[in-house]
Every structure is written in C-alpha cells, then in structure tokens.
C-alpha cells in the first residue's frame, strides 16, 4: 500500500486495495470459488446485510446514524464487506474499476446535466419512467 502508516482514502489506491483482496484469496487457494455469478450473488448479500443498519428508520434517523461511533463501525464493516466483494469480482473480471467508473459518470453526466438536475428527482423527471 502507500508511505503512509494508516492506509487512508488520501494515500491508498484502488490498485493497492484490488491487490490486498487478491493476496487474501490467493492465499487461501480460492480463486477456485470466486466465478463472477459467486461473486455477485456474495456482493448482493452484503448489500442487503448493509441496508438492515438502515431498515426501519427514516431519513432523518439515517442521517444520524455517522454520528454513532457504535453504529458507524458497524455500518462501516459492512461497506468493507462490500468493497471487498466487489475487488474480487473487478479481480475475477480484470475490469479496471477507474475505467468503468470514469465512463459511468460521463453517461450521468450527459443524462443528467446538472442545470436541468440540480435538486430535482422522481416523477418530474423526463428521464424517469
């Protein structure tokens, strides 16, 4: 990973993570089981797991949520579960994560621009339905 001694968002890359995820499967010999179909239904999974944090509370309670440190850590794993997930399945793939983001975005962009978006969703949106 990077210089820095806690590995953060301001100094570790994605190409630093993809291959920490890689050396952890490598190391317990299970490539054998990361196919693309495991690693997308493993990837819902820790979807849903994320959102029970989230399950039966409003917005506003939401939104409070980061201001837990109990519930933050928790909700916090399961964003690694997913990432890590999701390494794997760019590792099983060799999709390069950037690229499809990058691509992704220019695609919203154009969709949405933001002098017809700003503040605006849902059923008066012309791109909706």
Known sequence: ?????TPDDRHTTV???RAAMAAFVR??????FHSPKNLALSLAIEVGELLEHF???DVAASRREKLDAVKLEQIGTEVADVLAYLFALANALDLDLSTAFTAKMAHNRAKYPADQFRGR?????PHVG
């Open 27 to 32: 190391e317990r010999d299970w490539e054998q």
């Open 1 to 5: 990973m990077s210089d820095s001694a």
């Open 15 to 17: 190409a630093d993570l």
């Open 121 to 125: 969703f849902g059923a008066d949106d």
């Open 55 to 57: 399950q039966w509370i």
